[in-house]
């Protein structure tokens, strides 16, 4: 357990919340306002608590937008939104410098970047140029300008959407900025009775307008610390790197995943066994999170595409194709132990 507690805003909690518990909460405050979409919802949580950043790509009005904005809301998070389009420029990314006559001074007044979540929505409709201004941003949690560098808050996300159907006037994410989403998400049509509960909640109201946060930010940061002391097996990790290096010798993929998608992997893993309520990950995280972190990061060969094959089909039927490691993998174990 921790105490709760946060500087920003001028704010300090102090109730003791176990790390599942917290999870679960945001998990299940967030689906006040996305209903029925629960596997997105986990996932848009697991990428926040494992300081990754997520692509939702799906059609429009299925709540991407909302989505991000219940996220940020429920973690008590700055916010920030970025319309992305063609005449975006990087300054209006990560802010620019102004000189002030009465200082004779430049001044650097900082761009919408500089929040704890910000939504990129439509990143595809930008230009590269722009779209690249969010590349240091996401890798190294700083930005650059005019020669200065300044640091990110923490925690840090960034939610990007884009349209998959409507190309006209988009750019596509090249490889390069598709490897540095953690993972993506698809929203998915909501059943019948989910879209008819959507309507009685927004009849005389927005939900997300009576969401209150049940964290704050300084909770998110020792959640993300607490992922990262999730105990992961050897032969976990051999896991994961033999799931990468399928991708790689598959002949049906042209480009592989990285070895930042094995990392992307094992954090996931991690976030996952923190909010099952353990302290160590097994194999079924893994699986748990393969597709969503992979399925982006590939490039099928034409014959794959001709067969109308797609990446998360491919990444199935790796996973299924892999062995599990054995019962070794498990909690820790004292070196004088046996298996």
């Not at 006040?32 to 949580?45: A, F, S, T, Y």
């Not at 937008?65 to 389009?85: D, E, H, K």
């Not at 988009?170 to 059943?191: K, N, V």
């Not at 019948?192 to 509960?197: H, S």
């Amino acid at each position: 357990m921790w105490n709760r507690g946060s500087t920003e805003r001028g704010t300090h909690v102090t109730t003791a919340v176990e790390p599942k518990e917290l999870a679960q909460k945001l998990v299940e405050n967030v689906e006040k306002v996305i209903i029925g979409k629960r596997e997105p919802v986990q996932l848009g949580i697991v990428a926040l608590i494992a300081g990754g950043h997520a692509l939702i790509e799906d059609v429009p009005g299925v709540g991407k937008t909302m989505l991000a904005r219940s996220i940020a809301r429920s973690a008590g998070c700055q916010f920030r939104r970025l319309q992305f389009t063609p005449d975006l420029l990087p300054s209006d990314v990560t802010g620019v410098s102004v000189y002030n006559q009465k200082t004779n001074e430049f001044e650097f007044r900082h761009g919408p970047i500089m929040s704890e979540i910000v939504l990129a929505d439509e990143i595809n409709r930008a230009t590269p140029k722009t779209q690249s201004a969010l590349l240091e941003a996401m890798e190294e949690h700083q930005i650059s300008v005019d020669g200065v560098t300044y640091g990110l808050p923490a925690p840090f996300m960034v939610l990007a959407t884009q349209n998959p159907i409507e190309y006209e006037g988009t750019f596509p994410l090249p490889e390069a900025q598709l490897d540095r989403f953690f993972i993506r998400i698809s929203m998915g049509y909501p059943d019948p009775t989910q879209e008819i509960e959507i309507m009685n909640s927004q009849m005389t109201r927005e939900p997300i307008a009576e969401l209150e946060p049940v964290a704050t930010p300084g909770d998110i940061v020792h959640l993300q610390e607490s992922v990262r002391r999730i105990y992961v097996d050897d032969l976990v990790k051999q896991y994961i790197v033999t799931l990468s290096n399928a991708t790689r010798d598959h002949s049906d993929i042209a480009l592989g995943v990285s070895p930042r998608a094995s990392l992307a992997m094992l954090r996931g893993s991690q976030a996952i066994a923190l909010m099952d309520g353990r302290d160590y990950v097994i194999p079924d995280d893994v699986k748990e999170i393969a597709g969503p972190v992979m399925s982006h990061r590939l490039i099928l060969t034409p014959a794959a595409r001709m067969r109308e094959a797609t990446a998360d089909i491919l990444v199935t039927e790796i996973v299924d194709a892999t062995p599990v490691p054995g019962a070794a993998v498990g909690r820790r174990q004292p070196a004088s132990s046996t298996t």
